[in-house]
């Protein structure tokens, strides 16, 4: 449906939105299919020493006085929400240095989704009781501090507000198919100039809405249906609290248009589908 839409749409930012969705969407099943369970154990540990390297990497830059962001992402958020997905994957004695790293990246949503993903995962079930709530009263103290007086004023009811009434404004015109691939980009952030908004958003900052602004609400209906349908596998799945984080981080976040992100969140996902065979 998306790669139709965006074909008949003719434009640019319809067909790369569309090649992105579709290259990311192939990879993840194709990878869930191919996996053994041997190869799951590899995958798991490269993901854990990616993340391990990247939360020192930032507690180094942290304490030089600088952002930290990481190796490749441009914003210290997006390195949180990769630490917060794998998170619940790590052992007890590798999971502080993950935390620590969740912490310099200040990002109250990456907090919140690593305490979800904790409380998920069958193995952190018991200390997630007392590491979730400490995670949380974190993400709310973060919250705090970047919405006062040297922040934006409680941007997520502000600022996203601003951008998202308009969205919702539109949608009422077309509720069913939504504005289709890339549809977002090419309207919303022109509709912001026009009403005066300064703070432009070229993206949602939340996959569902994206997803419901560009596809509708048969987009909705056939996600649901995907999701739905796999639902037995991915709960049963030894990702289920990176899963649970990652559905979290979607919730808030543009995960899947961050291009330093979308690899790693592209395994999950593939180990997530894999058909988990006991016996």
Same mark, same amino acid.
């Given at each position: 449906?998306?790669?139709?839409?965006?074909?008949?749409?003719?434009?640019?930012?319809?067909?790369?939105?569309?090649?992105?969705?579709?290259?990311?969407?192939?990879?993840?099943?194709?990878?869930?299919?191919?996996?053994?369970?041997?190869?799951?154990?590899?995958?798991?540990?490269?993901?854990?020493?990616?993340?391990?390297?990247?939360?020192?990497?930032?507690?180094?830059?942290?304490?030089?006085?600088?952002?930290?962001?990481?190796?490749?992402?441009?914003?210290?958020?997006?390195?949180?929400?990769?630490?917060?997905?794998?998170?619940?994957?790590?052992?007890?004695?590798?999971?502080?240095?993950?935390?620590?790293?969740?912490?310099?990246?200040?990002?109250?949503?990456?907090?919140?989704?690593?305490?979800?993903?904790? $409380?998920?995962?069958?193995?952190?079930?018991?200390? +997630? *009781?007392?590491?979730?709530?400490?995670?949380? !009263? @974190? &993400? #709310? %103290?973060?919250?705090?501090?970047?919405?006062?007086?040297?922040?934006?004023?409680?941007?997520?009811?502000?600022?996203?507000?601003?951008?998202?009434?308009?969205?919702?404004?539109?949608?009422?015109?077309?509720?069913?198919?939504?504005?289709?691939?890339?549809?977002?980009?090419?309207?919303?952030?022109?509709?912001?100039?026009?009403?005066?908004?300064?703070?432009?958003?070229?993206?949602?900052?939340?996959?569902?809405?994206?997803?419901?602004?560009?596809?509708?609400?048969?987009?909705?209906? $056939?996600?649901?249906?995907?999701?739905?349908?796999? +639902? *037995?596998?991915?709960?049963?799945?030894?990702? !289920? @609290? &990176? #899963? %649970?984080?990652?559905?979290?981080?979607?919730?808030?976040?543009?995960?899947?248009?961050?291009?330093?992100?979308?690899?790693?969140?592209?395994?999950?996902?593939?180990?997530?589908?894999?058909?988990?065979?006991?016996?």
């Amino acid at each position: 449906m998306v790669d139709l839409r965006a074909w008949r749409a003719g434009f640019e930012a319809a067909q790369v939105q569309a090649l992105w969705f579709t290259v990311g969407v192939l990879a993840m099943l194709l990878l869930a299919a191919a996996i053994t369970t041997q190869a799951a154990q590899v995958v798991q540990s490269v993901l854990l020493a990616v993340g391990i390297g990247y939360a020192v990497l930032m507690l180094v830059q942290w304490i030089s006085g600088h952002d930290p962001v990481g190796l490749l992402f441009g914003s210290p958020r997006y390195a949180a929400t990769l630490l917060a997905v794998l998170l619940p994957l790590s052992s007890k004695r590798l999971a502080a240095i993950l935390a620590a790293g969740l912490v310099a990246g200040q990002s109250y949503l990456a907090l919140l989704a690593g305490a979800v993903g904790l $409380l998920a995962q069958p193995r952190w079930r018991r200390e +997630a *009781r007392w590491i979730a709530p400490a995670l949380i !009263v @974190g &993400a #709310l %103290a973060i919250f705090a501090l970047r919405s006062g007086p040297s922040g934006p004023p409680w941007p997520v009811w502000q600022t996203r507000a601003e951008a998202y009434s308009l969205a919702i404004s539109d949608l009422r015109e077309r509720p069913w198919l939504g504005f289709g691939p890339g549809g977002w980009i090419t309207t919303v952030p022109f509709r912001q100039i026009k009403e005066g908004q300064t703070d432009l958003f070229t993206r949602p900052h939340s996959e569902l809405l994206g997803w419901i602004y560009e596809e509708g609400l048969v987009g909705l209906a $056939l996600l649901v249906g995907w999701v739905t349908a796999n +639902a *037995r596998t991915l709960w049963a799945s030894d990702v !289920v @609290g &990176a #899963l %649970a984080a990652l559905t979290t981080l979607a919730v808030g976040l543009h995960v899947f248009h961050i291009a330093a992100l979308v690899p790693w969140l592209v395994l999950v996902l593939a180990l997530g589908l894999r058909e988990v065979r006991h016996g």
